[in-house]
C-alpha cells in the first residue's frame, strides 16, 4: 500500500484538515452544550469536503490511471512473484 501513494496529495491533505478543525469545533460546541456552534462545525466539516472535491477538479488530486499504466501494473506484479 505504500507504493500506491493513496491520498498523499494537495487536495486530499487540505480536505481532511479542514474537516478535522470542523470535527474538533463541534466537540467542542456539543461538550459546551451549544447546538449553533455544533452545526458550524459539522458544517466545516462538509466544507472540507467541498474544498477536497474543488481541489481534485482543478487538478489537485490524483490522476486517474490510463489503461497503459494498469497493464504495466499488473506485469510488474506478475514480475515480482516469478
Do not use: D, Y
Request: hydrophobic letters at 55%.
Amino acid at each position: 500500500m505504500a507504493g500506491s501513494s493513496h491520498g498523499h496529495t494537495p487536495a486530499a491533505w487540505t480536505g481532511v484538515i479542514i474537516a478535522f478543525i470542523g470535527f474538533c469545533v463541534a466537540g467542542v460546541f456539543m461538550v459546551a452544550a451549544n447546538p449553533l456552534g455544533f452545526w458550524a462545525g459539522m458544517g466545516v466539516v462538509l466544507l472540507g469536503g467541498v474544498v477536497g472535491l474543488a481541489m481534485k477538479a482543478a487538478g489537485l488530486g490524483m490522476p486517474k490511471e490510463s489503461a497503459e499504466l494498469t497493464a504495466a501494473r499488473a506485469r510488474a506484479g506478475q514480475a515480482q512473484t516469478s
